[in-house]
């Protein structure tokens, strides 16, 4: 009889302590085939890591199965995060508890009454870009790239002074290619508010036209907003009926069309999935042909999380650009003015993605340098670099975004000679070329 019990309650501390969605460091670099093979099959989810170790999420379903797959390939891990969902939780209390105190002192909801104290859903981003709209005069313009999935705008707003004249750097900015990345939105929409309200910024307009993507997967957004269990979707939402409706969405960016395939999922369980074919979704599709139509875009950057570091081509190979030493520079101006802004407190890394993060193809960076010839494009994989990962508190947001706005002002005055950091001016190449 007490066997019985002692199994039977080992069996119930084993379910008790199976239920958490755990944040596992596995002891090995982040490309790793037995980490690949796990995330391929869509039995974890990879967060992130370095060249020693790689984050991963597990869910309480598959854990022992991957317990059972590190043990057998002799691989060591820890638990970084109990209970990630405790978290998510956590996050959604405060954001509660903030429109609760927000509504208490009986502010009228306003759409201009956007503010970086707190995450935002697609209702308010798409408030703040019509108040943008509507108050910018001439200097806006809201473009419509797309229709997503489930039919929501890809908006891109276009930002310039038309009393200058031609010609003028082109900038453009994709935020929110991965849904659940909520401080890449933040950002993007900070950045366009200093370019509409900020003297300084508005000073940069007459050299610079700017094309803001707050949001480049709106349907991948607004599912987070939904649960707490869709909080942690990264991809978009088509369906793929074939997988009995099981798994849903395709990685957007892992769908554009430069050496598409290479380290993405052809299994649409996965995190990674690539999609059927190269811009097989209109995010994709609609996002390229608004930046092919615009053309000789001088400076390009997708905002993501997390890491702390400044990414610039290739993605798809270990092979240096061409111009890697003016990319590594103007990067450092960025990953400079962070530290300097932050008081020391924010370092960036800096180096490609292909030899920092692992192999991966089809993102919008390296679409943007090999196919459409962009001299200098960038991934920036904001704050944290894990503690909270994904999510990261309310109260980090406003120094995050006042930071890197900084980082990127200085590297705008690098590339127009103007404003901050302008003595430090990186020279563009007089011919760009691109090697494969
Ligand atoms: C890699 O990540 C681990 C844990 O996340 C950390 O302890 C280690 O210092 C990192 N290594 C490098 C080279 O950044
Ligand atoms: C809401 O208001 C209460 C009382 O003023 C305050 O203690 C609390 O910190 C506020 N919560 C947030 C998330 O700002
Ligand atoms: C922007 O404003 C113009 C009029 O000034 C209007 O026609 C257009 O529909 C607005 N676009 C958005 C997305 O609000
Ligand atoms: C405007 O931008 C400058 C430079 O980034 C910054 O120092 C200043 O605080 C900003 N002003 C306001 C009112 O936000
Ligand atoms: C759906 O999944 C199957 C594999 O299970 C794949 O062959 C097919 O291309 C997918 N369709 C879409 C639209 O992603």
Redesign the pocket.
């Known amino acids: 009889m007490w066997a019985v019990t002692a199994v039977l309650s080992l069996y119930i501390i084993g379910v008790l302590t199976n239920q958490n969605t755990q944040l596992w460091v596995v002891e090995v670099p982040k490309e790793n085939a037995v980490i690949n093979s796990l995330q391929d099959a869509g039995h974890v989810d990879v967060w992130g890591g370095n060249s020693t170790h790689t984050q991963v999420v597990v869910e309480p379903e598959v854990r022992e199965l991957v317990e059972e797959m590190l043990r057998l390939w002799e691989m060591t891990h820890t638990v970084e995060v109990e209970d990630v969902m405790a978290l998510v939780k956590q996050e959604r209390r405060h954001m509660q508890e903030l429109k609760d105190n927000t509504s208490r002192r009986r502010r009228a909801v306003q759409p201009q009454a956007m503010d970086w104290n707190t995450y935002h859903n697609m209702n308010d981003i ?1 408030g703040y ?2 108040w943008v ?2 108050t910018g005069g001439g200097f ?3 473009l ?1 790239a797309a229709a997503s999935v489930e039919g929501r ?1 890809v ?1 891109v707003v276009k930002v310039t002074d038309p009393n200058s004249p031609q010609p003028k750097k082109k900038i453009w900015i994709e935020g929110g290619i991965h849904a659940r990345e909520w401080i890449s939105p933040a950002v993007a929409t900070y950045i366009l508010h200093l370019l509409v309200t900020n003297e300084s910024w508005r000073e940069l307009l007459k050299v610079t036209e700017w094309y803001i993507v707050p949001v480049a997967n709106p349907d991948g957004y607004q599912y987070t907003f939904t649960s707490e269990r869709a909080r942690l979707w990264r991809k978009n939402r088509r369906d793929n009926l074939s997988s009995d409706g099981r798994c849903k969405g395709v990685d957007l960016n892992r769908n554009w069309n430069l050496k598409w395939g290479v380290g993405a999922s052809s299994n649409p369980c996965s995190e990674t999935y690539k999609g059927p074919m190269p811009f097989s979704e209109p995010e994709t599709r609609g996002l390229q042909a608004m930046m092919k139509s615009i053309g000789d875009i001088d400076l390009f950057i997708t905002l993501h999380s997390f890491g702390q570091t400044i990414l610039y081509p290739w993605g798809w190979t270990r092979n240096a650009p061409a111009n890697a030493k003016q990319l590594k520079r103007l990067a450092k101006k960025f990953a400079d003015a962070v530290r300097d802004a932050s008081r020391g407190e924010t370092e960036y890394e800096i180096g490609g993605s292909g030899p920092l993060y692992g192999l991966a193809s089809g993102a919008t960076d390296d679409w943007a340098y090999g196919e459409l010839g962009v001299p200098f494009s960038y991934t920036i994989e904001l704050p944290d670099q894990g503690r909270y990962g994904f999510l990261l508190p309310e109260t980090r947001i406003s120094s995050t975004v006042t930071e890197t706005a900084a980082g990127i002002q200085c590297m705008i005055g690098a590339l127009t000679n103007t404003g901050l950091c302008a003595q430090r001016r990186v020279r563009q190449p007089d011919t760009f070329w691109f090697r494969g």
Do not use: A, K, M
Request: a negative charge; zero cysteines.
């Open positions: 798409e870009i019509g709209n509507h806006v313009e809201v419509d705008r908006l």
